[in-house]
């Protein structure tokens, strides 16, 4: 995730008041040192930095902590506080009719967010389409409209065209029954006048509803000036992070959007058109600090459970509580996990998952944990029907047969049985759980226990309720 080493930094910086129960004038100054050598490390920028490490200070001095508050958890609930209040709320995108305006240098990955940003629209009923008028780039064209067909969404260009300005017109015309229009412009190398004039035609235009920044996440310092000068030309209502599955720091992209008086619309996550969130600052400082993000994650479960290629009347969630748990349970299980996305993103949703237990797991831990995943798809693949209802039935030669079959040593597929009992015996500890009374308390302790120090970790309602 973005900004991984600045929240890796912060929360061994806030681990520092672990067992405190007050908090002195030393350990404040200790710990907004720390804060801002991180921050100006992620490439945010020093006035904002100083900013927000004055006020961490003031608040940490000046307040009275709630009873019973350990010093830690106070001043996490300031950094928490304070660093949304730094990013901002997200940019208004109602749901109905509108035009959207990217703009952006090229490389900024333009083309592939209008695909993801379509995409997340049709996600909620509406009709998208996206017009490619970048004429500069060669290729933009067929990228555009290859990820506007991943996305299955309604797509104008024109490759022969060489008037940006007729093309957005045209495309306008072509998509009228859209609800919602992406205008996607081309970019330079560097901001120059032609640039900034051919956009300038393109929005008198389309007349945009919103004019949406794109930005990369490794854009670092240089993020301010470019941010400026395309608010100065266009107005910038909301900028577009992009690129976060990487090593950049990300600090540049904030700075853009404070530079910008504006917000944070959109975050790109990954290659496929799917990979893409809607920006809540409550969920996104939660997941930086360690304290999870349960609303992103109860989007990306339901997006999961829709995308696992099942029909209903084969399986159904559900009916593992009430019966017996097999091998194909495991299996949708399984596939509606790689649904949901790279297992470290998922980790960073899970209050008491991400931030200091993901810090002590080995840089490839979650890659070897998908590999896993994947190995035991193909086993499962090879085994009889039988097999997969009835897998305790599984003896040695069926083992060897297993192992044969799908390319693999007998030690995996015995791995897979033993990782199945494991699972089986979870299930069977919610199964007559009793009451629904029961239930709620469990996960009312769940929701307690597991916010790194903060609460529950609610999502958009922040990790303090």
Do not use: C
């Not at 900024?108 to 967010?113: A, E, I, L, Y």
């Amino acid at each position: 995730m973005v900004l991984d080493d600045l929240g890796s930094s912060l929360r061994g910086t806030l681990d520092k008041l672990r067992g405190k129960s007050r908090i002195s004038e030393e350990d404040v100054e200790e710990i907004v040192k720390e804060i801002q050598r991180s921050l100006l490390s992620a490439d945010v920028d020093v006035s904002l930095v100083m900013e927000l490490s004055d006020n961490i200070e003031r608040r940490a001095l000046e307040e009275e902590p709630p009873a019973g508050t350990p010093a830690r958890d106070f001043v996490l609930r300031i950094v928490y506080e304070e660093l949304v209040e730094l990013i901002g709320e997200s940019t208004d995108l109602p749901l109905e009719e509108q035009t959207i305006l990217l703009a952006g240098l090229q490389g900024s990955g333009k083309t592939t967010s209008a695909a993801k940003m379509a995409w997340w629209f049709s996600t909620k009923g509406l009709r998208p389409a996206v017009i490619q008028t970048d004429t500069f780039r060669p290729g933009a064209y067929d990228q555009a409209e290859q990820m506007s067909e991943r996305a299955e969404v309604d797509f104008y260009g024109d490759p022969d065209g060489e008037d940006p300005v007729q093309i957005a017109r045209e495309g306008l015309e072509a998509t009228s029954d859209a609800d919602v229009h992406i205008v996607d412009t081309a970019g330079r190398h560097a901001l120059e006048d032609d640039l900034i004039a051919e956009i300038e035609q393109i929005e008198g235009v389309v007349e945009p509803d919103r004019s949406l920044l794109v930005l990369d996440a490794a854009i670092g310092q240089g993020a301010k000036d470019q941010a400026q000068q395309f608010d100065e030309s266009i107005g910038i209502d909301g900028v577009v992070i992009t690129k976060l599955d990487g090593t950049a720091k990300g600090g540049g992209a904030l700075t853009a959007v404070d530079q910008t008086d504006s917000s944070i619309a959109f975050l790109g996550t990954g290659e496929e058109v799917e990979d893409v969130e809607r920006f809540e600052p409550d969920g996104f400082i939660s997941r930086l600090l360690g304290m999870g993000d349960l609303g992103q994650l109860a989007e990306r479960v339901e997006r999961a459970m829709q995308q696992t290629d099942v029909e209903e009347e084969d399986w159904d969630p559900e009916d593992m509580l009430q019966g017996s748990f097999t091998l194909n349970d495991m299996q949708k299980q399984m596939e509606a996990m790689n649904n949901m996305g790279p297992l470290d993103q998922v980790m960073d949703m899970i209050p008491g998952f991400g931030g200091g237990i993901k810090d002590q797991l080995p840089d490839n831990a979650m890659d070897v944990t998908q590999d896993r995943m994947r190995t035991f798809s193909v086993i499962m693949d090879s085994m009889t029907d039988a097999e997969k209802e009835y897998p305790k039935a599984i003896g040695a030669s069926q083992v060897e047969r297993i192992a044969r079959g799908s390319g693999t040593d007998e030690d995996k597929v015995r791995e897979l049985l033993e990782q199945y009992k494991m699972m089986e015996r979870t299930i069977k500890q919610f199964q007559g759980m009793g009451s629904e009374k029961e239930m709620q308390r469990m996960m009312q302790q769940m929701q307690q226990g597991g916010g790194g120090g903060g609460g529950g970790g609610m999502g958009g309602m922040g990790p303090f309720g």
